[in-house]
Nanobody
Framework: QVQLVESGGGLVQAGGSLRLSCAAS????????MGWFRQAPGKEREFVAT????????LYAASVKGRFTISRDNANNTVYLQMNSLKPEDTAVYYC?????????????????WGQGTQVTVSS
């Protein structure tokens, strides 16, 4: 159905920026809401951002609102997470996820497909 591959992670200094990409394959991408989640060592996977099927509606976790931007390019089957003003507490593995619905969602249990993750490390 949907396969997801994240890229763009790396090591960055506090205050810096990174753009994560999620390349998707499958016929259902254009009708799927998408999300970004992150998981730090010893922590639960937590919601970061979500976007509806056509990109006209987004929602962010309070901890990243104003710093991160989620977007999608359905023509290229790609979703992005632009991360600015990064903080050490943003350090985590970031996962791209898709759900079999057009509507945004914030719970890990609402998503059906997951990428393998990409590491983001922010140094102080």
């Amino acid at each position: 159905q949907v396969q997801l591959v994240e890229s763009g992670g790396g090591l960055v200094q506090a205050g810096g920026s990174l753009r994560l990409s999620c390349a998707a394959s499958g016929r259902t991408f254009s009708s799927s809401a998408m999300g970004w989640f992150r998981q730090a060592p010893g922590k639960e996977r937590e919601f970061v951002a979500t976007i509806n099927w056509n990109g006209d509606s987004t929602l962010y976790a309070a901890s990243v609102k104003g710093r991160f931007t989620i977007s999608r390019d359905n023509a290229n089957n790609t979703v992005y997470l632009q991360m600015n003003s990064l903080k050490p507490e943003d350090t985590a593995v970031y996962y791209c996820a898709a759900r079999t619905s057009t509507v945004r969602a914030t719970s890990v249990y609402n998503y059906d497909y997951w990428g393998q993750g990409t590491q983001v490390t922010v140094s102080s």
